[in-house]
């Protein structure tokens, strides 16, 4: 069987090593008279490059084009010897590989790739991998933020399908947080450092981050882009806290730029770091004897094994294959040194399934396989996809998008040192569960050589707030100046390295902190310059306006029949009630105050109840005019006393509101937020807010039936009818408004509030009082006793005709 790899290729030292580890992996595979053979080709990392060579591995004999599509699409295409194909190491390439796999039904098992977009098994479905997908790497990323309470984050992706899947799908995480995305830029495909345009995205994009406020950068994109961004960081002295991607955060050659401290300091996250069994003693005996791979011979071209130890390169860490010299001599203990924890256990991983796959597809045990060496390459897909064993401590099962129950470690690059390596320490680990759990080190910080701003004075309430550490307590700021004592200042653990803009300084319930300075939280409420405000008021000045002109209109036709109808002088008191209540629209606008903006609500709930209550004492009048049931009238016409109803039934409102305003009165309340202060009237008792609501619309009921039982009346001028309207109305608007009202938040809720009473009194105002207004300019015939004579003659021939047909 051929057990073949897509691997990148162009000379690299962890290159070369991860090319063993799938040698000596496979070699540890012990199937009983079984050989797993292997191919490696070279791929270069690029797209046309994987294609040829995974076109090559699919053929089933020597001639090329066997492995062409055939004439006959429905036809199957022919078994290729190829079985399974480890690789390749980056999403863009793997994408590739797996569409042109898929149609052969070959497992695919990547070491590297992590877009999410492979884990869509109806695009691709062969593919599984022994790293987890980005979809839990930008999870993890945000819970990190959540740790360190950091408020606000850059993203920096690329176009490609790792950088571009990545950045999106942090957006999507981080939107169901509260923490904001100060912007996301994602780098051209044709980003790198001999291309002019570039310089000039390059250049933007620095000045915005430099202009910005964010407290971390996440970049999430492909080594080489990282290379370049932070070479112009260091240039720029930026000194910010990055957040790495599993394509940077470990590497080598990013870690060794000269001056990589000025960046500032850097979290990544890696995949599970575990040691290869093994492969280090492997790695130091390679070289002995006559039998060596091609890469081994290949490698001693490259950097031939020093004939003493004076030659070798003292370092106790894999220097980038850009340190070394041409022909530089290498021992075996600085190969070893260079062995990386994380793709070479994954690459080991991915081995280790396919053997687990073998053994079940052919029911081996230890000492023989029942089932002959004849399979397809789809029976082994079947079996790898059901794998569920234990390599070590590391549990290895697949779940229905290909993709393993592995987590992350959490690195941090301790920069303490400043002219030495970077040390890249593991600080905790993101679990599938979607928990960061902790690990007790020390972590440098603030890093050395920085300057952080700090408060020089803090308002009354406020204190600087020193940080828990495991060597020594930190200074408080003074004199502006962060001090942190001698710079071995450490946090005791993860879940205590706050950050410091964020933490340093504790600022009270009505500031807020921002580089380490606290700022007051500006107050939220209803501006009178916010275009909602401004409609309000210009409807509430309209109503006003019309109800002034209405008052005079009642006035100069005071003695005619029509303002009769209405009520007489209780007209006055009901256009006074609705002026109240346009007024009252105002008191919802602004800083509410206790003494003005607060009593807005109980002072509607006695003016519109004096509106109804005129309103009910009209439609009493109506009905004793017009009544002649002996027995009914009888007890109509002992309520007809129009003054008495309205002083009785408004009087009931003003003891409610009173009591209200005396025992439980609205007060303004501040709520904080992050930044701002939400300034509003708090109804301290609902019951008494419900109980005026409930009587409002307890009057409300009452004359809509008197008004609906007063419609067959023969009146001239449908006060019956339009009462029926406006009061129908002024129920519909207030059980639309109470939900709304007891759910909504924020500054708008005021005006809510304010719409609801400036539709009641416009409702009244148009449907029970427009009309007569309408009569007295336009109708005038109308108004007068004769019209209303005939009106009811009329209205009585008609009744007394249709009795007696019937």
Request: hydrophobic share 40%.
């Amino acid at each position: 069987f051929n057990l073949s790899s897509v691997h990148f290729c162009s000379y690299d030292i962890q290159m070369f090593l991860r090319s063993q580890v799938m040698i000596y992996a496979i070699s540890k595979i012990n199937l009983p008279n079984i050989t797993i053979g292997y191919d490696i080709y070279d791929t270069c990392g690029d797209v046309s490059l994987a294609l040829r060579a995974t076109l090559q591995l699919l053929k089933n004999q020597s001639d090329p084009q066997s492995c062409l599509v055939p004439a006959d699409a429905q036809s199957k295409l022919p078994e290729p010897k190829t079985k399974v194909v480890i690789g390749e190491r980056t999403s863009e390439v793997s994408i590739a590989v797996a569409r042109l796999v898929a149609l052969s039904s070959i497992a695919q098992i990547s070491y590297g790739s992590t877009s999410e977009l492979l884990s869509r098994k109806y695009k691709f479905p062969t593919f599984l991998r022994t790293v987890p997908s980005d979809e839990y790497q930008t999870r993890g990323m945000v819970e990190l933020v959540k740790t360190f309470y950091w408020q606000t984050v850059i993203i920096v992706g690329s176009d490609d399908e790792y950088g571009k899947y990545g950045s999106d799908g942090l957006v999507e995480t981080f939107s169901k947080t509260d923490i904001c995305i100060e912007f996301v830029h994602i780098l051209s495909a044709h980003f790198n450092k001999s291309d002019s345009q570039t310089q000039t995205e390059l250049t933007k994009l620095l000045e915005k981050i430099e202009n910005s406020s964010a407290e971390a950068i996440i970049l999430f994109t492909k080594e080489s882009n990282v290379e370049i961004i932070l070479e112009a960081a260091i240039r720029h002295k930026f000194n910010r806290t990055w957040i790495a991607s599993d394509s940077w955060s470990s590497s080598p050659k990013i870690s060794a730029i000269p001056g990589i401290q000025l960046a500032g300091q850097v979290f990544g996250f890696i995949f599970k770091q575990k040691e290869v069994p093994g492969f280090k003693d492997y790695v130091m005996s390679m070289f002995n004897g006559t039998q060596k791979n091609a890469f081994v011979k290949y490698h001693l071209t490259q950097h031939p094994l020093c004939s003493n130890q004076s030659e070798e390169v003292k370092v106790n860490y894999c220097l980038p294959n850009n340190q070394l010299e041409s022909e530089q001599c290498l021992g075996t203990s600085f190969l070893a040194n260079c062995i990386d924890r994380d793709e070479s256990y994954n690459i080991y991983l991915a081995v280790q399934v396919i053997g687990e796959g073998f053994r079940h597809l052919l029911k081996c045990d230890d000492h023989r396989c029942k089932r002959s060496s004849k399979f397809t390459a789809s029976e082994l897909l079947s079996e790898i996809q059901k794998v569920n064993f234990t390599v070590g401590t590391t549990r290895i099962f697949f779940n229905r998008d290909g993709d393993p129950s592995l987590g992350y470690d959490i690195v941090y690059w301790n920069m303490s040192e400043f002219n030495k390596a970077i040390q890249i320490q593991t600080i905790g680990e993101y679990l599938p569960n979607g928990k960061i759990t902790k690990h007790h080190v020390c972590v440098l910080f603030p890093p050395k050589g920085s300057v952080y701003n700090c408060a020089k004075t803090c308002d009354p309430g406020q204190e600087l707030k020193k940080i828990k550490i495991c060597c020594k307590v930190c200074v408080s700021c003074a004199d502006g100046t962060f001090s942190p004592g001698n710079g071995k200042s450490f946090i005791t653990n993860i879940d205590k390295v706050q950050l410091y803009r964020q933490k340093l300084i504790v600022c009270t319930s009505a500031a807020h902190s921002h580089s380490n300075v606290c700022f007051n939280k500006t107050d939220e409420f209803l501006l009178w310059t916010d275009p909602f405000s401004v409609i309000l008021s210009f409807l509430a000045v309209v109503g006003i306006i019309v109800t002034v002109v209405f008052a005079v209109l009642f006035a100069v036709y005071l003695k005619t029949p029509i303002v009769k109808a209405v009520g007489g002088y209780l007209c006055f008191l009901e256009l006074f009630s609705l002026v109240a209540g346009f007024c009252l629209t105002f008191t919802f606008i602004g800083k509410p105050t206790e003494k003005i903006h607060c009593v807005g609500v109980p002072l509607f709930g006695v003016s519109f109840t004096l509106c109804i209550s005129c309103i009910l004492a009209n439609l009493l009048q109506i009905l004793v005019a017009f009544n002649f049931d002996l027995n009914v009238g009888s007890w109509i016409k002992k309520l007809n006393k129009p003054l008495l109803v309205v002083t009785i039934v408004s009087g009931i409102q003003v003891a409610l509101s009173v009591s209200w305003l005396i025992v439980k009165p609205p007060v303004p309340k501040e709520t904080p937020g992050k930044v701002t202060i939400l300034q509003q009237c708090e109804t301290q008792s609902p019951e008494y807010f419900i109980a005026m609501l409930a009587y409002n619309a307890f009057l409300g009921f009452i004359c809509f039936v008197f008004a609906f039982k007063g419609k067959q009346l023969p009146d001239l001028y449908k006060n019956a009818s339009l009462i029926t309207i406006s009061m129908l109305l002024f129920v519909v608007i207030w059980i639309i408004f109470l939900p709304i009202y007891l759910t909504l938040t924020g500054k708008y809720k005021p005006a809510v509030q304010s719409a609801a009473i400036l539709t009641s009194c416009f409702s009244v105002l148009g449907c029970h009082l427009a009309p007569k207004c309408y009569i007295m300019l336009f109708r005038k015939e109308l108004n007068h006793e004769n019209a209303i004579t005939e009106y009811i003659r009329n209205h009585y021939e008609r009744k007394g005709i249709s009795v007696v047909q019937s």
